[in-house]
């Protein structure tokens, strides 16, 4: 499709080729083939997209360098730093919704090949077989008719296809936490077999967001565990002084 092309295109190219994953660190890396890629754009020969292109350039510059400047506290320089990074952040964002959209049009282009190669049969319907058939009657009035397709366009879907559900998270790991948190508060002390806080949880996502909640909670040194070897019941204990405070989760308790 001929949408399907820009910075985001030869982003994702660029990773393909060089088999990374798509992440921040990818792009990073990437950031020097990419302004060499639009080094060889002819500039005035189409400037929407080159401007698109430059945009997109001056973003990964932008970030590359506030990553590699020293932090500065609260400084204009460190602030201009962190909205080269929310601006990296967005980009990153808006380019998985690009991947998602274009591995999507994909499977559409594949299983309408599929289905190109597919022939109608031309049924026949025995004569005796056809008297049988009652006659047809009709029940809905052309006015009926009209009325129903002038609803349907009415509610007929918004223009724009909404991307939010791209972002919602499969699983809330600060309200799995709270359940691991609130079921060792309520045994008062007394240990708690892992096994059964996980019983209750829904999905494999579930039991790994609430072993995850164990990890943070015993480097918070909130909680305590015995197990007596590899495989065996895993026991918890709660040792933490608060009981109202919200559990702080952030990127470094998986460092």
Known sequence: MDVYQGPFDALLSMLANRRLE?????????????LAYVKTLDLAQNMDEASSFLDVASILVEAKSAALLPDHGDSPANEQSLE????????????????????????????????????????HLNADVAALLPALQFTTSPLQLA???????????????????????????????????QRLLEAAGRP?????????ASSRLEVVARFLAVLIL????DIQYKQEGPYAPLYL?????GQGEPIAVSEGDFE
Do not use: C, M
């Open 22 to 34: 798509l992440t921040e660190i990818s792009l990073g890396v990437i950031t020097e083939e990419f």
């Open 84 to 123: 080269a990074l929310r601006e990296r952040d967005l980009l990153f964002a808006r380019l998985l919704q690009y991947k998602a959209f274009k591995e999507a049009a994909e499977r559409f282009r594949l299983e309408l090949a599929q289905g190109a190669a597919a022939v109608p049969h031309q049924a």
């Open 147 to 181: 009325q129903l397709a002038a609803h349907a366009l009415a509610n007929a879907p918004a223009s724009q296809v909404s991307v939010t559900q791209l972002h919602v998270p499969l699983v809330d790991l600060r309200q799995q936490a709270g359940v691991v948190r």
């Open 192 to 200: 708690v077999s892992f096994a059964s806080i996980i019983e209750q």
């Open 218 to 221: 015993f480097k918070q040194q």
């Open 237 to 241: 204990r709660w040792v933490g002084q």
